[in-house]
Nanobody
């Protein structure tokens, strides 16, 4: 069974940057699509960005131009570079590969 482990969350001031990483526990299983989702308190989980194994990306309108998703198929990892962070980006960020979810990592943006 494959597990996904996120890292890189934390506390940052508005306008700052963070880089999230997600590593799969097995390198011999490549997900066709990997992505990042987030869930703020009292809100539903929402899509942030996805990327296919071929590199095609998709972003939520709220993060376009600020966030960049990338992946390394050889290492079976996916990253989310978050720039120009806003307080409304505060949420638990989850990595997803196929139907498998990571445990989440907290991102807090202070104003």
């Amino acid at each position: 069974q494959v597990q996904l482990v996120e890292s890189g969350g934390g506390l940052v001031q508005a306008g700052g940057s963070l880089r999230l990483s997600c590593a799969a526990s097995r390198s011999d299983f490549i997900f066709n699509v990997m992505g990042w989702y987030r869930q703020a308190p009292g809100k539903q989980r929402e899509l942030v960005a996805t990327i296919t194994s071929g590199g095609t990306t998709n972003y939520a309108d709220s993060v376009k131009g600020r966030f960049t998703i990338s992946r390394d198929n050889a290492k079976n990892t996916v990253h989310l570079q978050m720039n120009s962070l806003k307080p409304e980006d505060t949420a638990v960020y989850f990595c997803k590969g196929g139907i498998i979810w990571g445990q989440g990592t907290q991102v807090t943006v202070s104003s």
